[in-house]
């Protein structure tokens, strides 16, 4: 990775022989799809979405790390960036080939967006998005975007045809991709395990609740 230098003795003669560094791959952003539904139709403020490419980051992936503190998750995982404009989102997951982020909130009220990935100082091709208010996803059981949703009954077992909630009773969806919350959610923060939780604002229904 850095280029070195030795040298050659030929008899009295002294020769001096610089090998060139190689060049690191080029990192490559190829899509962002919503984490859940693995829709790619743009994103919106507070969405859990998944990057691929390659020589995005370390070979061996490196899992969501809690900041000191113990407030909020970083912002950078085993030297990547993953930059909406010019803001920093925060990281779940860090590979080669697959990142995960936090849409950041600050993108609610504008139109398009420009995502680039950093790593160790280099820099990916920049891929242009489109800003929705909102774009919900709900998380599936096998984690492929289809099938059984990730739905838990009101006494918590997982809905099913053999498990169906009463009627009247609650149920809780895992989803993301609910846009803009009142009061408005930090970046990378942590939501503390206490209600009330902040309440979704775009996805059109006001008793619905989202924790990330």
Avoid: W
């Amino acid at each position: 990775s850095s280029s070195r230098t030795g040298n050659i003795h030929v008899g009295p003669q002294t020769f001096t022989i610089t090998q060139q560094a190689v060049a690191a791959p080029p990192i490559q952003l190829t899509a962002i799809t919503n984490a859940a539904s693995g829709s790619q139709d743009g994103v919106s403020p507070g969405e859990i979405v998944a990057l691929y490419g390659a020589n995005m980051g370390p070979a061996t992936g490196v899992p969501l790390q809690v900041a000191s503190g113990g407030q909020s998750i970083t912002k950078t995982l085993g030297g990547v960036q993953v930059l909406f404009d010019t803001t920093p989102a925060a990281l779940t997951y860090a590979s080669a080939t697959q990142i995960n982020a936090v849409v950041p909130y600050g993108l609610a009220g504008k139109f398009n967006t420009q995502v680039q990935v950093q790593y160790q100082g280099a820099s990916s091709n920049i891929l242009p998005l489109i800003v929705h208010n909102a774009g919900p996803g709900i998380f599936t059981l096998d984690a492929s975007g289809s099938g059984a949703g990730a739905i838990l009954n009101q006494d918590s077992p997982v809905n099913a045809p053999a498990n169906r909630a009463a009627r009247g009773s609650t149920v809780a969806i895992f989803l993301t991709g609910g846009g803009a919350t009142d009061p408005v959610s930090v970046d990378a923060a942590i939501t503390p395990a206490v209600l009330p939780l902040p309440l979704l604002t775009q996805i059109g229904r006001a008793s619905c609740r989202e924790r990330v």
